[in-house]
């Protein structure tokens, strides 16, 4: 009973003692220490940082150590080496130190001061795995399947609690490799994750699964990130300047045509709602002659490259767009063939004229001012591009107003009037300017019907 007895005294007094230890810092020095219950040095101010103890019945304090943190037990021995970076890393060795842990169940990266290099120790600081890494990041995960990144040859990687790399050191950045080794750890979607990195030998992009291995060899430019709920199965690359779409095993779904990434993501989400291929068309340059012409979905070319401008077709699915040739527009067919001859100064001139084609107006129904490359005359075309009136003017200008009472400015002799659709002059050539001509003009045909 007495020996009972003596027991629980010096218990209560080791809590005692314990509880009396109070973080001090010495002005002189500006060094921390820990004084007892009354007011002396109990562990003398030594630490250039240094926390309060904490735990239950085996007390320890983080403390920092000729530049690296560490724990001190009650009587100021330290029982974590102080080999770690930040307070966290040594509080959780120390946490392992009070729960009695066998030294090496756990174990935490720790730098070789000598060669700079990382490896990972257990709470005494003996090596667990010699430090060969140029970085490497706490464990994650319960073992067996527990892992952390390291750095190794410029890129990181991960290893098991083994050491083994079981995840190629092959990412860019120690974040992707982390996101590797949750995939690993939860063992879910091994033949879709894929994630972009570079070739070491040629700085060009590909995708690598969660293991590190290529799926998608090094080739391309630049790259967009395959979806994360991996059921989108496609992604977006560039090669010779020019973008494109693979799947997630490098299977070219569209080549390799489009100018930017936006539009060959927009090319490939014809083919995701099942648009009929050949009713799509995008205009586009090819890359040797920098010649206009429009491709498919795939980045085939439904319409050969002849032109030197193009525009879109309506919804990239109409009947009709305009193309360039020899300076001038013409309106063209889903087919490539000219639905105008190529008369026109301006795309949406010749687009006008597409319009009316497509809506089966009549022919002369719109007039078209155009110079005649030839002698310098203006005239008038149909939206076939032919002459309805005759290229004998100075200069001309749109037809105002619809068909029954339409006039359009027109300069012959050094002076403007206004011609109706036949070329007749209406208004009198005694204007200085196409707009004093069209004010007459409107007036004239707000009263007469042709």
Not at 134 to 158: H, I, L, Q, S
Not at 171 to 185: N, P, T
Not at 281 to 293: C, H, L, N, S
Request: hydrophobic letters at 35%.
């Amino acid at each position: 009973m007495k020996r009972l007895t003596i027991l629980i005294l010096l218990t209560f007094t080791l809590i005692g003692g314990t509880m009396a230890q109070t973080l001090s810092q010495e002005k002189s020095s500006r060094l921390y220490g820990y004084k007892n219950a009354e007011g002396g040095w109990q562990i003398a101010p030594q630490f250039s940082h240094a926390n309060p103890f904490q735990g239950h019945f085996k007390k320890f304090a983080v403390v920092k150590l000729d530049g690296a943190w560490g724990c001190c037990d009650v009587r100021g021995e330290m029982i974590v080496r102080n080999i770690f970076h930040s307070a966290e890393e040594a509080e959780e060795a120390g946490k392992q130190w009070e729960s009695g842990d066998e030294p090496g169940k756990w174990v935490y990266p720790a730098q070789n001061t000598a060669t700079d290099k990382w490896g990972f120790v257990d709470y005494y600081g003996k090596w667990k795995f010699e430090p060969v890494y140029e970085d490497a990041r706490p464990f994650y995960g319960v073992e067996p399947m527990n892992y952390a990144t390291v750095k190794y040859d410029g890129r990181w990687g991960c290893i098991d609690g083994k050491g083994v790399m079981v995840i190629a050191p092959i990412f860019m950045a120690q974040e992707h490799a982390d996101l590797a080794g949750k995939q690993w750890i939860n063992g879910l979607h091994y033949d879709t994750w894929r994630y972009p990195t570079q070739g070491k030998d040629n700085n060009l992009w590909g995708y690598v699964n969660y293991l590190g291995r290529w799926m998608v060899q090094p080739e391309y430019e630049d790259y967009d990130y395959f979806g994360k709920d991996h059921n989108y199965i496609y992604a977006q690359v560039k090669k010779n300047g020019r973008w494109g779409s693979i799947d997630r095993y490098g299977k070219v779904i569209s080549q390799m045509i489009f100018p930017s990434m936006q539009i060959a993501d927009y090319a490939l989400s014809q083919l995701e709602h099942g648009r009929a291929i050949d009713k799509w068309r995008y205009p586009v340059t090819d890359i040797q002659t920098q010649k206009w012409g429009w491709v498919d979905y795939t980045g085939e070319w439904c319409i050969e490259p002849m032109y030197e401008g193009a525009s879109h077709f309506v919804n990239d699915t109409g009947e009709f767009a305009t193309a360039k040739m020899d300076g001038y527009w013409c309106s063209i067919g889903a087919a490539g063939e000219w639905l105008s001859k190529n008369v026109f100064t301006l795309s949406r001139e010749a687009e006008r004229a597409g319009y009316e084609w497509d809506n089966d107006q009549e022919l002369g129904h719109w007039l078209y001012p155009i110079k005649n490359p030839e002698n310098g005359y203006w005239g008038w075309v149909d939206f076939k591009g032919q002459w309805v009136i005759n290229p004998t003017f100075e200069d001309g200008k749109e037809f105002i107003y619809s068909w029954n009472n339409r006039t359009a400015p027109a300069k012959m002799d050094g002076r403007w009037g206004c011609i109706d659709h036949t070329g007749r002059f209406v208004v009198a050539n005694i204007y200085n300017t196409s707009s004093e001509a069209s004010v007459a003009g409107r007036k004239w045909s707000s009263k007469k019907k042709f």
